[in-house]
């Protein structure tokens, strides 16, 4: 299995611009989470998915964060407008039934 | 807020067994002890879990004390590419929020 598939790796923005980051999870598993990293606040949860099914997006820090699964295999997360301290890196990470999850490589996000 | 207490940092010799200690003193009966690692740019890696019993995979083994308020992960022969931050994490599956919640882990430098 190829594991958890992200892109782009890499972000170099302009503040105002919108952010699409993509993930497709691994092949069979029901569970989709979306996790951001910074240096000041760790590893955070910002939404995850269920059968395609948003369950919780407690996390996601405003509204102009977004995240859609379209169908099983393929999920987004769009931030419009970007601002400079959304910079960081976000990874996506799936699991089947809710157990175990298993993360993607990350893309790293600058907006400057 | 995380459950645990690692050490910020250790290291070991290649070669030698790394032992990493956590303590989960407020464990309940139902959660479980996960162990993740984070090499240097990637995403989390799933290392091994365990209720109450010690486990053992292709990386890594899980001590378990008896009343379940302290674990240790064993690396039994540390490579330079063990050289990681890792991170413990208890986690009740009977839980639907599925969230991991990272504390700041242990980051083990492994010396040639």
């Known amino acids: 299995d190829a594991g958890v598939i992200q892109s782009p790796r890499h972000e170099v923005t302009e503040m105002g611009q919108e952010v699409t980051l993509r993930c497709k999870p691994i092949?069979?598993?029901?569970?989709l989470f979306w996790y951001r990293q910074t240096m000041m606040r760790g590893l955070e949860l910002l939404i995850y998915f269920n059968n395609n099914v948003p369950i919780d997006d407690s996390g996601m820090p405003e509204d102009r964060f977004s995240a859609k699964m379209p169908n099983a295999s393929f999920s987004t997360l769009k931030i419009q407008p970007s601002e400079p301290r959304d910079s960081a890196v976000y990874f996506c990470?799936?699991?089947?039934?809710?157990?175990?999850?298993?993360f993607g490589p990350g893309t790293r996000l600058l907006v400057l | 807020d995380a459950k645990t207490t690692q050490p910020p940092s250790m290291d070991c010799a290649e070669g030698r067994a790394a032992n990493l200690p956590c303590n989960h003193s407020?464990?309940?009966?139902?959660?479980?002890v996960y162990w993740y690692r984070q090499i240097h740019s990637q995403g989390p890696q799933y290392i091994i879990h365990g209720l109450k019993n010690n486990e053992t995979n292709e990386m890594a083994s899980l001590i378990i004390t008896e009343d379940r308020k302290s674990s240790t992960l064993i690396l039994p022969h540390a490579t330079l590419r063990d050289t990681a931050v890792y991170y413990c994490?208890?986690?009740?599956?009977?839980?639907?929020?599925?969230?991991?919640?990272f504390g700041s882990g242990t980051r083990l430098l492994v010396r040639p």
């Open positions: 994490i208890v986690r009740d599956l009977m839980d639907s929020s599925y969230k991991l919640i």
């Open positions: 407020t464990i309940s009966g139902n959660e479980y």
């Open positions: 990470a799936s699991s089947y039934s809710g157990e175990t999850q298993y």
């Open positions: 092949s069979g598993h029901d569970y």
